[in-house]
């Protein structure tokens, strides 16, 4: 277990009966909790390996606890959960009980490929989520920088996301809207990382739901179940490597909201096979 203590400049944001209303940046301190789960069906420390490498062949999920603070969950649940209600439905998209919903750049990268895609976030969520996002990357490079040198052959992520030169999947980033009965089949996300927010909170928000995880040696999903079922509080983001199998545990009530981001270096070979309509292998 690591704690890591790290000051990031954001643009604080408050609810006011006119709408959402800017302050100017102030520098906060976070306090973001560092823990390693092994997904393997026998936990084990392989001596010298770095906990990079061990993302990378899938043998751990990492957490980040207060990646995002109960403030910014709150007010970024409750306008997700507008902007879903507000989305045009697409039945090519949409499943039963899941509404996915781009960011800016995620819906134009889609239109210029012409893939089908839901309306953007708005404007002010997408700046939010922004914000959180080059927080995870610096947490990693100055706390973890063996998953930068190790996923990404870089010092710094951060200059990889701020200059664009990394490819995320398909209409990513993004948030998920779960509600009753919403799941996201297992699947690999095929790419270097994966950075999956939740924001609601288990139990007050939503019953069920939660991320599973399959350990590599598992003999697949279909016939065996997963090595872990990982449930964080709000704002605790899991970072795992593209080759690990998960899926969307169902959510039996409520609505859960997550936010998800899955990428690579820009000369990542994402591997090629069976894809969902998100773009994820099968």
Known sequence: LKLGYVPFLVLVQCQTSR??????????????????????????IVEGETVGERIKFGESVLELGDLASEEECEWLVN??????????????LDKPGLVRLPTIAAAERADVTKTLCADPLPFEVDQVLQTILQRATEYIDQDLPSVSSALFGTDSLTSLLTNNQLKFSSREP????????????????????????????PGRDFTGGGTAFWHQDARGHRVEDPSLVSKPASGTAMLFGGCVTHAGVSVDSGSRVVFVASFSPQTHAVETGQRDIYGDSM
Not at 177 to 201: I, M, N, R, W
């Open 79 to 92: 306008a997700c959960r507008k902007a879903a209600e507000e989305s045009t439905p697409t039945r090519e």
């Open 19 to 44: 709408g959402l209303a800017s302050i100017n940046p102030i520098t906060l301190p976070k306090n973001i909790l560092f823990s390693e789960v092994s997904i393997e069906r026998v936990s084990s």
């Open 174 to 201: 993004a948030i998920n809207v779960y509600t009753e009965g919403g799941e996201f089949l297992a699947h690999k996300d095929a790419q270097a990382l994966t950075v999956l927010l939740p924001l609601s909170c």
